[in-house]
């Protein structure tokens, strides 16, 4: 049986900065020809989940123009702060062009400000209204927000699942050690078909 009326779909990263061939951190992703094949997988399912009940969530992370959300900084956080990506205001920080068409049937939940979409957000509070028991994610990047996501989306108790191919990492290793060794620990693991096969429609 379907639990198409119970999934939603939710986005991570889909911004000028990483997927814009100018984007202040395009650099950080190495893995060109994965990304690419990332984002032609999500837009297939946005294509086929177009007209059937699946909630689909993006979660932009956006900064004010002196980043003041920002305490003491490390790691990716610290990267950009440094380079100013994702800043209020900035192409950047806007959501990529490809999703325009979508915009009517994608609910945008603003707040994020680290690598967990579930932190500085309502999205539980949005998943519960709707009645999502399953959580699965699409974006960038792998040993990051969608890790991050995913952890925090099974504490909440979702059943969770991570598309192999429409996610990717900053390299094809990191992709495939996370999709073989990690995320298995708490989450399906599937490729972008079988997702849509397990909601009833195919292509």
């Known amino acids: 049986m379907s639990d198409i009326e119970k999934t939603a779909l939710v986005l991570i990263g889909f911004q000028n900065d990483y997927m814009d061939p100018d984007g202040i951190l395009q650099e950080a992703i190495e893995d060109n020809e994965g990304r690419n094949k990332m984002l032609q997988n999500v837009l297939k399912i946005l294509d086929t989940v177009e007209d059937e009940p699946v909630v689909v969530i993006h979660t932009p992370i956006i ?7 920002l305490i003491e900084p490390t790691g ?23 999703f325009d068409k979508y915009a009517d049937n994608i609910v945008v939940v603003p707040g994020k400000r680290g690598l967990n979409a579930f932190s500085n957000t309502n999205l539980h509070e949005i998943l519960q ?16 927000c969608i890790d991050s996501a995913g952890r925090a989306a099974h504490d909440y108790g979702y059943k969770v699942t991570v598309l192999s191919d429409a996610t990717c990492g900053r390299n094809s290793f990191e992709q495939q050690f996370y999709c073989e060794n990690i995320f298995p620990l708490y989450a399906d693991v599937c490729e972008t078909q079988q997702f849509l096969d397990t909601v009833g429609v195919s292509v």
Do not use: H
């Open 129 to 144: 209204k709707e009645g999502v028991t399953r959580v699965v994610l699409a974006g960038v990047v792998t040993s990051i």
């Open 76 to 98: 990716i956080l610290k990267l950009i702060k440094d380079t100013g990506a994702f800043k209020q205001g900035c192409s950047g920080s806007e959501t990529i062009q490809e």
């Open 63 to 69: 900064f004010t123009e002196n980043y003041d959300e």
